[in-house]
């Protein structure tokens, strides 16, 4: 629930305490026109209720479209999605429509024992397609499974603990027949048409809204929180409302990931995979919707 910040709101507020003979408690410093201008003024003086109850009839906007990009062993896609991505998505999720792609560089062949070439090698391709269908079959558990993959040490040995944690109605061996099927291949190549669509010049790569643009891309890699406040139009959550402007979730800066030669002599972890070497940030309605290509 959304805490408002128009003065419209905190008259109406105003105006039913009037009516219900509630008195302004002597412990709240602030005019009635605050009332409502943060959690904590609310919780202050003693209204939170009527705020909440109020700022719930507002007519709700389409929550903020989200999407990634990346590849599942890139240090710097993992990086962001367990320091940035999944706390912004585990406090924002009311305000948060959420698409996961993981392809990221990689390459579509025409080989039918090896269809795809990654970047990290067969343990990407592997995971990649794992975790493709994880999002077709989980539904709304599959970004806490991936998240609980990409921050464990080892990606393809975390996956089956994972699913059995987070969806344990899901049968392990349906992710073992999509992987090693015809359906995983297919949802491959869906992200493969997506992402080559889309020319990411590096992954992690963000859109909002459907939006490619570079200015966007940097806040993100340095606030996802922030970002998702921001250019959400509705009333602001709480969170948001009560957050300090300064790193509310930006981790502590572990340094970018080691920078080597991949096996396609790009850079890991700068460029193509991670951050250009320039920058100085580091990655960090209703319910969720983790949205998956079919």
Request: glycine residues 10%; aromatic residues 6%.
């Amino acid at each position: 629930m959304a805490l408002g910040r128009g003065p419209a709101l905190c008259l109406l507020v105003v105006m039913e305490m009037c009516a219900g003979g509630l008195p302004r408690r002597a412990s709240c410093p602030y005019p009635p026109s605050q009332w409502c201008s943060s959690l904590q003024v609310a919780l202050q003086c003693q209204v939170q209720k009527q705020c909440m109850e109020l700022s719930a009839t507002r007519q709700r906007r389409p929550p903020v479209a989200v999407a990634l990009y990346y590849d599942s062993l890139c240090p710097g896609s993992r990086l962001f999605l367990t320091q940035q991505l999944f706390p912004t998505w585990t406090l924002l999720q009311d305000i948060m429509e959420l698409t996961l792609v993981p392809y990221g560089n990689t390459q579509e062949l025409q080989n039918a024992t090896a269809p795809f070439s990654c970047q990290h090698g067969e343990a990407e391709c592997q995971s990649n397609m794992m975790e493709a269908c994880i999002l077709h079959l989980a539904g709304p558990a599959s970004l806490q499974i991936i998240h609980c993959m990409e921050a464990a040490a080892h990606i393809l040995q975390a996956a089956r603990p994972c699913v059995e944690l987070y969806a344990p109605a899901l049968r392990w061996a349906a992710v073992e027949g999509c992987t090693a099927g015809g359906r995983g291949g297919q949802l491959m190549r869906t992200h493969a048409a997506r992402t080559r669509a889309l020319k990411p010049p590096h992954v992690p790569w963000v859109t909002f809204n459907g939006e490619l643009r570079e200015e966007v891309q940097d806040r993100a890699l340095g606030s996802l929180f922030h970002l998702v406040c921001d250019l959400y139009k509705g009333g602001k959550p709480p969170v948001c409302t009560g957050a300090p402007s300064s790193n509310l979730l930006s981790p502590r800066r572990p340094g970018r990931p080691p920078h080597k030669a991949s096996s396609r002599g790009e850079a890991d972890g700068c460029g193509r995979c991670g951050w250009d070497a320039g920058r100085t940030s580091t990655p960090g309605g209703g319910s969720l919707t983790v949205s998956t290509l079919t």
